[in-house]
Nanobody, 119 residues
Framework: EVQLVESGGGLVQAGGSLTLSCAAS????????IGWFRQAPGKEREGISC????????YYADSVKGRFAISSGNAKNTVYLQMNSLKPEDTAVYYC????????????WGQGTQVTVSS
């Protein structure tokens, strides 16, 4: 069974840091792009970061650029999102997703992990 599982969410004060993990089972990340998305209540889902496992290229939305960092772990099939200088507006459910390169459709999704940043 193909699964993506996020972990690492929680409650943090503004200015703090969290590291989210995305672990896959049932398939390998090789040849995929892994993305992080978030959705706050009443808002549309936002793609915030992505990494290509084929060449290591990364992407960041302007809203998180300079504060968040995406990386693939030493353990295969794990991708991390290091989140620094967190703001209350970063509060959302965070999801990881995977798409097979070079396709554009995100076909695998995790269940999400809640991140709450208090002011």
């Amino acid at each position: 069974e193909v699964q993506l599982v996020e972990s690492g969410g929680g409650l943090v004060q503004a200015g703090g840091s969290l590291t989210l993990s995305c672990a896959a089972s049932g398939f390998t990340f090789d040849g995929h792009a892994i993305g992080w998305f978030r959705q706050a209540p009443g808002k549309e889902r936002e793609g915030i970061s992505c990494i290509s496992t084929s060449d290591g290229n990364t992407y960041y939305a302007d809203s998180v650029k300079g504060r968040f960092a995406i990386s693939s772990g030493n353990a295969k099939n794990t991708v991390y999102l290091q989140m620094n200088s967190l703001k209350p507006e970063d509060t959302a459910v965070y999801y990881c997703a995977a798409r097979l390169l070079p396709d554009s459709s995100w076909v695998y999704w995790g269940q999400g992990t809640q991140v709450t940043v208090s002011s």
